[in-house]
C-alpha cells in the first residue's frame, strides 16, 4: 500500500472517531438537560401542589376566623362524595347549611374534600369540638360545627349567641 494511502485511512478513521465523541457528548448534553427540564418541571409541579394546598389551608382558617372561630389547626382532611339526591334525611343538614349562607344542592354527586378543624374558642361545653369545611374545586362549600361526643351537637358555622 502506498504511503498516503495509509496516511488518508488513519486520518478518516480519527476524524470518524472525534465525530462519534461529538455525536456522543451532543447526546450526553441533549439528555443532562433533558433531565435537568424534567427535574425542574417536577418541582414546579410539587410547588404548585404545595401552594394550592396551603392556599386552600389559608382560606380555611380564613373563613372559620371570619364566623368567629379560633382553631389550633388543621386535624385531617378526606374525600367524601355528596349523595347524588338530598333526601328528607338532610333536611337538618341542609338547613345548618343554609343558615351559613352555604347551599349544597348544586354539589350533589359530586366528591368534596373535607377539611376537620379543632375550635379552641367554643363558649360552652367541654366537649371537644371540630369544624368541618367541604371544599369543591378550591371553594368552599359547606361545612359546620360539631361536639366530638356521641350524644353531641352539629350546628351552622355561626358564632353562637351566649
Same mark, same amino acid.
Given at each position: 500500500?502506498?504511503?498516503?494511502?495509509?496516511?488518508?485511512?488513519?486520518?478518516?478513521?480519527?476524524?470518524?472517531?472525534? @465525530?462519534?465523541?461529538?455525536? /456522543?457528548?451532543?447526546?450526553?448534553?441533549?439528555? #443532562?438537560?433533558?433531565?435537568? %427540564? *424534567? $427535574?425542574?418541571?417536577?418541582?414546579?409541579?410539587?410547588?404548585?401542589?404545595?401552594?394550592?394546598?396551603?392556599?386552600?389551608?389559608?382560606?380555611?382558617?380564613?373563613?372559620?376566623?371570619?364566623?368567629?372561630?379560633?382553631?389550633?389547626?388543621? @386535624?385531617?382532611?378526606?374525600? /367524601?362524595?355528596?349523595?347524588?339526591?338530598?333526601? #328528607?334525611?338532610?333536611?337538618? %343538614? *341542609? $338547613?345548618?347549611?343554609?343558615?351559613?349562607?352555604?347551599?349544597?344542592?348544586?354539589?350533589?354527586?359530586?366528591?368534596?374534600?373535607?377539611?376537620?378543624?379543632?375550635?379552641?374558642?367554643?363558649?360552652?361545653?367541654?366537649?371537644?369540638?371540630?369544624?368541618?369545611?367541604?371544599?369543591?374545586?378550591?371553594?368552599?362549600?359547606?361545612?359546620?360545627?360539631?361536639?366530638?361526643? *356521641?350524644?353531641?351537637?352539629?350546628?351552622?358555622?355561626?358564632?353562637?349567641?351566649?
Amino acid at each position: 500500500m502506498p504511503h498516503g494511502q495509509n496516511g488518508g485511512d488513519l486520518l478518516r478513521v480519527i476524524g470518524n472517531q472525534i @465525530i462519534w465523541r461529538k455525536v /456522543v457528548a451532543a447526546c450526553a448534553l441533549a439528555l #443532562s438537560l433533558g433531565l435537568c %427540564f *424534567l $427535574a425542574g418541571h417536577m418541582q414546579r409541579s410539587q410547588l404548585a401542589v404545595s401552594s394550592a394546598t396551603d392556599a386552600i389551608g389559608i382560606l380555611c382558617e380564613h373563613t372559620l376566623s371570619s364566623f368567629g372561630w379560633e382553631t389550633s389547626g388543621l @386535624i385531617s382532611q378526606d374525600q /367524601v362524595t355528596l349523595p347524588e339526591t338530598f333526601g #328528607s334525611e338532610y333536611t337538618d %343538614f *341542609l $338547613a345548618i347549611q343554609k343558615e351559613a349562607g352555604f347551599h349544597l344542592t348544586p354539589y350533589a354527586g359530586k366528591t368534596v374534600t373535607r377539611y376537620t378543624y379543632e375550635i379552641k374558642n367554643y363558649p360552652m361545653g367541654s366537649d371537644i369540638i371540630y369544624a368541618d369545611l367541604l371544599v369543591y374545586n378550591q371553594v368552599i362549600i359547606g361545612g359546620d360545627i360539631r361536639a366530638s361526643s *356521641l350524644d353531641g351537637f352539629m350546628s351552622s358555622l355561626l358564632y353562637p349567641d351566649t
